[in-house]
């Protein structure tokens, strides 16, 4: 059975920092590609950030480019989000996924295995 289990999402003052976290188990870990997406109210979701099976491949979405950063630990099957310079339009319930493939679109199609999400809030 494939769990996705998604953390670090919090409270924080725009322009701070959060880092989420990210493990899969029951998947080969090391053979897929990894994502996360976000959903605010009102909003339709985004996919924001891809990495490869390999980590040779990194996305971003053009609005989180410069400030999150994404990457992987295949020894621990977990991947994470490093998320700076954090903005009020940021604020979302954010979700991470597997799938067979990271492309430059991060689209939703691509991952099969999806977390429960994690909010992030932002405050002025």
């Known amino acids: 059975q494939v769990q996705v289990v998604e953390s670090g999402g919090g409270l924080v003052q725009a322009g701070g920092s959060l880092r989420l976290s990210c493990t899969v188990s029951g998947i080969t870990f090391e053979n897929y590609g990894l994502g996360w997406f976000r959903h605010a109210p009102g909003k339709e979701g985004e996919g924001i950030s891809c990495?490869?099976?390999?980590?040779?491949?990194?996305y971003y979405r053009d609005s989180v480019e410069g400030r999150f950063t994404i990457s992987r630990d295949n020894a621990k099957n977990t991947h994470y989000l490093q998320m700076n310079s954090l903005k009020l339009e940021d604020m979302a319930m954010y979700y991470c996924a597997a799938g067979n493939q990271c492309t430059r679109s991060v689209a939703r199609r691509d991952f099969g295995y999806w977390g429960q999400g994690t909010q992030v809030t932002v405050s002025s």
């Open positions: 990495i490869t099976w390999n980590g040779q491949f990194t």
